[in-house]
C-alpha cells in the first residue's frame, strides 16, 4: 500500500491562535478516511492546507506526491473536491457546470465529452442534463457536485460534510455511490461529518482532531476498543468530551444565514 | 485563454438569462432620463443651455456602465464565499487570469447594459451623431473596465455584504454626481472642483457625451489618454489584491 496524503508537523496559526498544533497522518491509496472532529477543531483549516488554500505555518505536506505549497497547480490536478457550502452556478445548467470543471481542469474536448456524460449517467442526472441547476434539489446538486469533482480523474477526492443537511434517504444514497466510486476508479476519499453513523459505516480509516491535535487514528473497531465503548459515537464524544463549543459567529457564518433567506 | 473565455462566457450566460435583471435594472437609469430630461428641460433651455434630453444621456449612459460594472466587482463576495468562485480558486489556473476574464465578463455585461439605455434615449428623443459611435463605444468600454477593476479590488478586501450600503453612498454616488453626468461643470466651487477632476468619471463622461454629440475636441485625447492609465492602474490593483484573496 502506497501514501497518498502524508502530513507531518502540521501546523497552521492565526495571529498567535493556534488552529492546527503539529498534526501526523497517513492516508493509504485507496482508503475511504473521516477526519473528524468538533466545530472548530482544525478541520477546514487541515482541509483547505491540503488543498492548496491556505499555506500553512510550518510542517510538510505531500499529497500524491507533490507539495501543495510549491507545486499548487500538480497538486490541484490530483485532488477533487466538494465544498460544505455548494460551489455550482445556479444560472447554468448541470453540462454547463460541468463543461466550466472541464475546461478550468484543460479536460481535452472528447475525453471531456464522454466523462462528463460517464458521469452525470453514474450520479443519474443525465436526464436533468440541461435543467438550471437552481431547480435542482439539495440532494442533486450535492451528486452534481461529486460528479463534477472527479470529471478530472483525480486521485483523492475531499468532500467537506457532504451530507449535511439532506434527507436519510439521500444520504444514504450518497454514500452508496462514493463507495462505489471508491471500489470502481479505486479513488481515495476523504471526508468530514458530524455523523458518526456514516462514519462508523463506510470509513476503513478515522482520524479524531480536537482543539488542532490529533486524538486518535485507526479502524473503527480500533477506535471502540481503545475507548471501551460501544458505538463510535460514543468514542468520539469520550475522546471530545461533552461541552458544546462556543464559537463566535464569522462573517461566513452570517452570510450563510442571509443566503438561507434570500435563496430559499 | 481557455478560462478567461469560459470565465467570460459564464457572466454574459447569466446575463442574457436573467431576463428580471436586465429589465430591473434599466428602471433606474429610464427614470432618470425621463423624470430629468423631461423635468428640467424647459429650465434648462431657458437659461440658454440647449436641449437638456441631449446634454443628459451621454450622463446616464456612463451611470448605467458606472452602476452596472461596479456591481458586478462587488458581487464577487458573493461568490468567493459561496459559489462559483470558490471551484475556480481550486483550478489548476492562474488566478491573474480568473480576475481577467471576470472582470471581461462584468464590463461586457456594463456595456451591453449601456448600449440598451443608448436605444431606449434615441426612442425617447435622444439624436445621437452616428459618425462618432465607434468613439463612444470605446469610452464606454474604458468606463466598464475601470469600474468592475474597482469593484473587484473593493471585494477582494471586502468580507461581507455590511459595506456595501458604504460604498454606494459615499462613492458610487459621489463619483456619479460628480462627474458631470448631470449638469454641466463650469462655476463649481473650488474643493468640489478639485473633487471633479480627480474624478475619473468626469473624463468618462466627458469623452462619451463628446462622441455622441459629435463635439469633438483636442481634450478628447486627454480623456482617453488619464481613463486608459485609471484602468490599467485599477486593473493591476484588483489583479494584486484578488491575488490575495483567502477563503
Do not use: C
Not at chain 2, 53 to 63: C, E, K, S, V
Not at chain 2, 137 to 149: C, D, E, G, S, Y
Amino acid at each position: 500500500m502506497e501514501k497518498i496524503i502524508e502530513v507531518k508537523n502540521l501546523t497552521k496559526k492565526f495571529n498567535g491562535f493556534t488552529a492546527v498544533d503539529r498534526v501526523n497522518f497517513d492516508v493509504m491509496t485507496g482508503d475511504i478516511f473521516a477526519f473528524l472532529g468538533p466545530n472548530g477543531a482544525g478541520k477546514t483549516t487541515t482541509i483547505k492546507m491540503l488543498t492548496t488554500l491556505l499555506n500553512p505555518t510550518q510542517g510538510e505536506i505531500r499529497l500524491n506526491g507533490f507539495d501543495p505549497t510549491k507545486d499548487k497547480d500538480d497538486t490541484r490536478r490530483s485532488f477533487g473536491i466538494v465544498f460544505q457550502d455548494p460551489s455550482l452556478d445556479d444560472e447554468l445548467t448541470a453540462y454547463e457546470n460541468m463543461e466550466f470543471h472541464g475546461v478550468l481542469y484543460s479536460v481535452p474536448k472528447d475525453l471531456r465529452r464522454q466523462r462528463i456524460e460517464e458521469l452525470l449517467k453514474f450520479t443519474e442526472l443525465w436526464e436533468r442534463k440541461n435543467s438550471l441547476v437552481k431547480t435542482f434539489s439539495g440532494g442533486m446538486k450535492r451528486r452534481l457536485e461529486i460528479a463534477r469533482g472527479l470529471l478530472h480523474h483525480p486521485k483523492v477526492l475531499f468532500l467537506d460534510e457532504p451530507t449535511l443537511g439532506l434527507d436519510p434517504q439521500t444520504r444514504n444514497h450518497i454514500w452508496s455511490y462514493i463507495k462505489d466510486l471508491n471500489q470502481k476508479e479505486k479513488i481515495t476519499v476523504f471526508f468530514t461529518t458530524h455523523y458518526m453513523g456514516e462514519a462508523e459505516k463506510i470509513a476503513n480509516q478515522i482520524a479524531i482532531i480536537d482543539h488542532g491535535k490529533i486524538l486518535v487514528q485507526g479502524t473503527v473497531r480500533e477506535l471502540i476498543n481503545k475507548t471501551k465503548t460501544k458505538s463510535l459515537e460514543e468514542a468520539f464524544i469520550q475522546l471530545t468530551g461533552h461541552t458544546i463549543r462556543t464559537e463566535t459567529a464569522s462573517a461566513l457564518d452570517q452570510m450563510r444565514e442571509k443566503r438561507k433567506f434570500f435563496r430559499r | 485563454m481557455q478560462t478567461i473565455y469560459i470565465l467570460w462566457l459564464r457572466q454574459v450566460k447569466r446575463y442574457f438569462r436573467s431576463k428580471s435583471r436586465i429589465i430591473g435594472s434599466l428602471g433606474q437609469p429610464l427614470l432618470f432620463l425621463v423624470a430629468l430630461g423631461f423635468g428640467f428641460g424647459p429650465i434648462y433651455q431657458k437659461a440658454g443651455g440647449g436641449n437638456y434630453l441631449q446634454f443628459l444621456t451621454p450622463g446616464i449612459i456612463a451611470m448605467t456602465v458606472l452602476f452596472t460594472a461596479m456591481f458586478s466587482g462587488i458581487e464577487t463576495i458573493w461568490d468567493r464565499q459561496f459559489g462559483f468562485l470558490k471551484e475556480t480558486l481550486v483550478a489548476p489556473v492562474s488566478r491573474l487570469n480568473i480576475m481577467f476574464g471576470k472582470t471581461l465578463g462584468g464590463a461586457t455585461v456594463a456595456i451591453l447594459q449601456g448600449l440598451i439605455v443608448l436605444v431606449i434615449s434615441i426612442l425617447i428623443g435622444f439624436r445621437p451623431h452616428l459618425l462618432f459611435l465607434p468613439m463612444a463605444l470605446v469610452f464606454m468600454i474604458l468606463i466598464a473596465f475601470l469600474f468592475t477593476a474597482l469593484g473587484t479590488a473593493i471585494a477582494s478586501k471586502m468580507e461581507d455584504m455590511h459595506g456595501f450600503q458604504l460604498i454606494m453612498n459615499f462613492l458610487v454616488m459621489p463619483i456619479f454626481f460628480l462627474s458631470g453626468a448631470l449638469f454641466p461643470l463650469n462655476g463649481m466651487p473650488k474643493a468640489i472642483g478639485w473633487l471633479i477632476k480627480i474624478n475619473p468619471l468626469t473624463y468618462g463622461v466627458d469623452g462619451l457625451r463628446s462622441s455622441l454629440l459629435s463635439s469633438v475636441h483636442l481634450g478628447l485625447l486627454g480623456d482617453f489618454t488619464i481613463l486608459l492609465i485609471a484602468v490599467l492602474i485599477l486593473l493591476s490593483i484588483g489583479a494584486y489584491l484578488f491575488s490575495k484573496i483567502q477563503i
